[in-house]
């Protein structure tokens, strides 16, 4: 169980949402966007928001600004976040402007906004689940991509779902979060995608 606990903790990791956001709506969307604009959009997104950031936090550990890579503690998150934060900005200014996919420009705001809830958070000495905000970040988004195309996506939603139910489950075996840690963070994570929806149509 401790391994498997693992395996959804590194297959659902925050860091690869932006990737999978991205991915899942060139798969999902009806506007036609050629294979060169695809691997346009999805090469920059998991260079700055994958290779980025991993590299971001070995350099930190090495200076000794960040003790363990678990981030466990608020204190310990406040680097991370706001390195995150500024990549998120990169991909929503240089990568996808708003003329472009307003869906997917909507989506990396929500994403914006959820890391600034998480970063303020830190700052208060507060520690949410991040990866429950992350899963909770991507399930709205394909729910309102469904929504917004009228495209039955069914399948992705529920497996989304269920992932993101084992990974709940997989936190709280790990002890990695209490509920209401795991549960804030979903929330945030939701919530960020909810209220930019208007924005959409």
Known sequence: ???????????????????????????????YSPLGMQSGNILPVFILTVIIPVISMLILRNLGMLPTALLS?????????????VLLLMVLFR????????????????????????????????????????????????ITLSIHFEKNIVIAISLCTLGTGLLGSARLYLKAHGRAAVLTGWLIGLVSQLILVQFWF
């Open 1 to 31: 169980m401790r391994l498997i606990s693992k395996i959804l903790t590194y297959l659902f990791h925050p860091l690869l949402v932006p990737l999978y956001g991205t991915f899942l709506y060139f798969r999902i969307t009806p506007k």
């Open 73 to 85: 503690r608020p204190r310990d998150r406040i680097y991370p976040l706001l390195i995150f934060l």
């Open 95 to 142: 990568v996808i402007p708003n003329n472009y996919s307003s869906e997917l420009y909507y989506f990396f705001l929500g994403m914006i906004v959820a890391t600034t809830a998480c970063l303020l958070l830190a700052l208060a000495g507060k520690a949410v689940s991040l990866h429950l905000a992350g899963a909770g970040t991507l399930l709205m988004f394909l």
